[in-house]
């Protein structure tokens, strides 16, 4: 299979094309934004949400290869939630919401983790997926300007920070959506 110099990305989020964009670059894959969206089914795990997405977008006749990425904050001590429903979560109760649902959660047990599936549609049409994981914990508190959606609210394993506070480079180095990517770029690069 040959390795493409130019991949559509379907989504309506900036940042996500900001930081693939960072990543994808260094290779010479050159990351070309598509805000077409696609419907989010309901499924428990995410690589269903992107399958069901890229079946989809080649039925209504989007051009491979092309990528679909669905992530979602996993939350300890909501067992899980909000998971694959995160983007509603964001969109209703928001950061705030958040903090507010773990208002008397104890720091130890406040982990979570970001998960991201990242699903490559190549020329013929198949799909490839690619998981990726950063675990952490949610702060006490919003902070920082940075990044989207709960990244105020999410310190990385390792971090003092949130995602929020940090810069792009750093935030790819440790985010779910780095690791989904450079697993991609590995398997990109032995084509
Ligand atoms: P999507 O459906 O993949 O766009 O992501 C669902 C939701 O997960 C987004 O609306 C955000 O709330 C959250 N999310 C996904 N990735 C990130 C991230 O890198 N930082 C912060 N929030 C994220």
């Given at each position: 299979m040959a390795r493409p110099d130019r991949v559509t990305l379907v989504t309506g989020n900036?940042?996500?094309?900001?930081?693939?964009?960072?990543?994808?670059?260094p290779l010479g894959v050159a990351v070309v934004p598509d805000d077409r969206g696609y419907p989010e089914?309901?499924?428990?795990?995410?690589r269903g949400v992107t399958e069901a997405g890229a079946g989809y977008l080649l039925a209504t006749g989007l051009e491979p290869p092309f990528l679909l990425e669905d992530a979602g904050?996993?939350?300890?001590?909501?067992?899980?939630?909000?998971?694959?429903?995160?983007?509603?979560?964001?969109?209703?109760?928001?950061?705030?919401?958040l903090l507010d649902l773990l208002r008397d959660v104890e720091p130890e047990l406040r982990?979570?983790?970001f998960r991201a599936d990242l699903c490559y549609v190549d020329e013929d049409g198949t799909p490839h997926h690619f998981e990726g994981t950063c675990k952490g914990r949610i702060?006490?508190?919003?902070?920082?300007?940075?990044?989207?959606?709960?990244?105020?609210?999410f310190v990385p394993d390792g971090a003092q920070?949130?995602?929020?506070e940090m810069d792009?480079?750093?935030?790819?180095?440790?985010?779910?959506?780095g690791d989904a990517a450079r697993a991609f770029v590995q398997w990109?690069?032995?084509?």
């Open positions: 900036p940042g996500k094309v900001a930081e693939l964009r960072e990543l994808l670059d089914i309901q499924h428990d795990e995410l904050l996993f939350v300890s001590a909501l067992k899980g939630f909000p998971g694959v429903y995160s983007r509603h979560a964001l969109d209703t109760v928001g950061c705030q919401g982990s979570a983790a702060a006490d508190r919003a902070a920082g300007n940075g990044g989207f959606g709960f990244d105020p609210v920070q949130t995602f929020a792009a480079a750093q935030k790819n180095a440790l985010s779910h959506r990109l690069s032995n084509q």
